[in-house]
């Protein structure tokens, strides 16, 4: 149950990006978004109130963009929406609360999108921990379950909500098979795939989560639904001609 998750806490490696010297010494604050550098570690606010800026101006990306991550809805289906994203990211959380159940709803139950999600998970510990998690999960066929149960469970970077015994108080919440899964977890057999993920994303341009691809059309940013959504009609309108 909910009440049972611990109040553990564990250390982080989120940095705050200084604010820029200008002339006479004055001090200026940048802004900060949720992007990842490198793969060498987060760049982070823990209080970051405006999302990452949308981009859709690079050219497609060409190539198998969704791997063999899990996914939802027709595999033979017209358009392939990618997601990276992080289970720690705020603006992952927006686009879970608020794009994720309309494109789900309009698109993949209607079989015109297949939506697959992949880890870019580069917040600290947790957000590694937390991806495993799923993936512990996904051998049981409750990839998804869990994926939500995360985002809903957000509560700050590397505070103690994803450590690794509330992960598997989650997995026994969601009445997963605890003993096979808290092996999973234990064993750390999914860290060179969320490695994988976050080079493949690095590799086509992922800086920020999350970031989508809609037919290796990339949009970075917690953009508004319509965005996407009209991302999405130009791509149908293409494989009906």
């Known amino acids: 149950m909910e009440s049972e998750v611990s109040n553990e806490k564990n250390s982080g490696s989120s940095l705050l990006i200084p604010g820029a010297i200008i002339a006479a010494g004055a001090l200026v604050a940048l802004a900060v978004i949720y992007s990842g550098s490198g793969g060498a570690g987060p760049v982070s606010s823990k209080k970051t109130e405006t999302p990452p800026a949308a981009s859709e101006n690079s050219p497609p990306v060409s190539g198998n963009i969704a791997d063999d991550d899990p996914s939802l809805g027709n595999p033979e289906a017209p358009v392939v929406v990618v997601e990276f994203s992080d289970f720690q990211c ?3 959380g927006r686009f879970f609360q608020i794009v994720e159940p309309r494109l789900i709803n309009d698109y993949v ?6 939506f697959v999600y992949r880890d ?3 917040l600290g510990p947790e957000s590694t921990w937390a991806a ?9 066929g409750k990839f998804w379950e869990y994926h939500n149960y995360l985002f809903e469970h957000q509560n700050g970077e590397n ?3 994803f ?11 969601l009445d997963l098979e605890t003993a096979k899964f808290n092996s999973c977890l234990d ?11 976050a080079a493949d994303g690095r590799a086509i341009g992922v800086s920020a989560t999350p970031t989508t691809f809609v037919n290796g059309v990339q949009v970075t940013g917690a953009v508004p639904y319509e ?8 791509e149908l309108a293409k494989a009906n001609k």
């Open 187 to 197: 064993s750390g057999k999914y860290e060179s795939e969320i490695a994988k993920d």
């Open 132 to 140: 495993a998690a799923a993936n512990c999960a996904n051998e049981q």
């Open 163 to 173: 450590s690794q015994n509330n992960l598997k108080i989650f997995a026994k919440t």
């Open 227 to 234: 965005q996407i959504k009209a991302i999405i009609e130009a």
């Open 159 to 161: 505070q103690g909500a």
């Open 120 to 122: 870019f998970a580069f």
């Open 90 to 92: 705020p603006f992952c």
């Open 109 to 114: 139950k209607t079989g015109k999108v297949r």
